[in-house]
C-alpha cells in the first residue's frame, strides 16, 4: 500500500521568544500545496527502509538509519515492514517534507498492521515526531498553534498556484530558529495573530493574500542565506505577487494571480534557476492511494 502526504507553506508564520522547553510558541496557518512524497509499505518479518527521490531533490542526507522520522514513526506504533520513501519534496527545505514522510508512514503502518489507531492517537504520535507532522496528517489549510502541533482547519476559499525554487542546499531548522533568537533578543512572548491572514484566505482574492503573507523566521533565514534575497526579487520582477521564504527556508515560495500566471512566473525564473517548480493549493492531508493484495 502506498500513502501519499503533501508539502506546506506555512502562509503566516508568527513566532514568539522561547518557552522555557527550547520550542517557540507559534500562531501559524499552514497550507499544503501539490508537491507529494511517497510511502510505500509491504508485510515483512523485520524492518526496511529505501529511498528513491526526483532529480530536482537533494536526498543524499536524509539518514536511512533510526534518525529517519519513518523509522521512528514505526517504533511509536511497535511494528516492522518492508518500506519505500519517494521524495518529490525538497529535503530540509522548509516544506515539511520529512513531516510528510512521518504522517504518510504512521497512516501505511496503521492500515498495513490493522492497527485501528484512533485520530486522536495518530494526531498524538504526530505531534512526538515533529511539530510539523499533525498538519501534514490534516492536509488542507489549517492554524496552528502550541508548538504548531495543535491544528485546527480554517476557512479557505481560494485555490491559490505557486511558484516553488528550492535551493541546492538545506537549512537546518534549529539553526534558523537560533539566528532568529539572536536578531529578536526583543521577541513578544506571544506570536503574531494571523487575523488579516484568515480574512485574506477566507476573500478567496489572490491581492488580498498576497498583502497579508508573513514569515517571521524570514530575517533569519536571509540573514543566513543572503542570496535568497536575489531569489525573492526575482520572482517579483517576474510577474508574482509576492514571494516569500518557505517556513525555515531555504525554498521561497511565489504567490501568484492563477494557474497560468505561476506557469508564465515559472518560464522566467528557469533562465536563473536550475529547479522551478509549479504547485496549486489546498491539497489534501496524508491518504492512501493504492492498496496491493
Ligand atoms: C519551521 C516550521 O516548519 C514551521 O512550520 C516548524 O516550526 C518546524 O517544525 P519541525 O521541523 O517539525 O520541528 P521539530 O522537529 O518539532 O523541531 C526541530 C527543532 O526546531 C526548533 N523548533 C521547532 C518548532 C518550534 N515551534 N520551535 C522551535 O524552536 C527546535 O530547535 C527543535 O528542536
Ligand atoms: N524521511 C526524511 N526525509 C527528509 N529528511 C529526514 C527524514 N528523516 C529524517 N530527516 C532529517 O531531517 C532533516 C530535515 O528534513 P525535512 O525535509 O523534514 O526538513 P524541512 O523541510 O526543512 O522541514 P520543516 O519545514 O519541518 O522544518 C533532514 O536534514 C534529515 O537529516
Known amino acids: 500500500m502506498t500513502v501519499r502526504a503533501a508539502a506546506k507553506v506555512n502562509l503566516h508564520l508568527g513566532v514568539g521568544a522561547p518557552r522555557p522547553d527550547g520550542f517557540h510558541p507559534l500562531d501559524t496557518v499552514y497550507q ?19 529511498l ?22 514505526a517504533d511509536l506504533l511497535g511494528v516492522e515492514a518492508e518500506v519505500s520513501i519517494h521524495k518529490e519534496i525538497p529535503a530540509a527545505g522548509g516544506m515539511a517534507g520529512g513531516s510528510a514522510d512521518a504522517a504518510a508512514a504512521l497512516v501505511a503502518l496503521d492500515r498495513l498492521h490493522d492497527l485501528q489507531t484512533s485520530d486522536a492517537r495518530l494526531l498524538e504520535l504526530a505531534a512526538e515526531l515533529g ?70 484566505l477566507a476573500s478567496g482574492e489572490p491581492a488580498a493574500l498576497a498583502a497579508a503573507l508573513r514569515n517571521d523566521l524570514e530575517p533569519a533565514a536571509l540573514d543566513l542565506r543572503p542570496e535568497l534575497r536575489d531569489v525573492l526579487e526575482a520572482g517579483e520582477a517576474a510577474g508574482a505577487l509576492r514571494g516569500l521564504v518557505s ?45 496491493a493484495g
Request: charge should be negative.
Open 32 to 50: 499544503a500545496v501539490s508537491l507529494y512524497d511517497d510511502v510505500r509499505v509491504r508485510p515483512a518479518g523485520s524492518w526496511s527502509l529505501d
Open 131 to 200: 511539530s510539523d507532522v499533525p498538519f501534514a496528517l490534516v492536509g488542507g489549510t489549517a492554524r496552528g498553534t502550541g508548538r504548531g502541533e495543535q491544528v485546527a482547519p480554517v476557512d479557505d476559499a481560494g485555490s491559490w498556484w505557486w511558484v516553488v525554487v528550492p535551493s541546492g542546499t538545506g537549512l537546518s531548522t534549529p539553526e534558523v530558529y537560533a539566528r532568529f533568537d539572536a536578531l529578536r533578543p526583543d521577541a513578544a512572548a506571544e506570536p503574531a495573530s494571523p487575523d488579516r491572514l484568515l480574512a485574506a
Open 52 to 73: 528513491t527521490a526526483a532529480a530536482h531533490v537533494a536526498a543524499t542526507d536524509v539518514p536511512l538509519d533510526g534518525r529517519n522520522i519513518v523509522t521512528r514513526a
Open 247 to 291: 517556513g525555515s527556508g531555504p525554498t521561497c515560495v511565489f504567490l501568484c494571480s492563477d494557474g497560468p500566471g505561476a506557469r508564465e512566473v515559472a518560464v522566467a525564473l528557469r533562465s536563473a534557476y536550475d529547479v522551478v517548480l509549479t504547485a496549486h493549493g489546498p491539497v489534501a492531508g496524508a491518504h492512501v492511494m493504492t492498496e
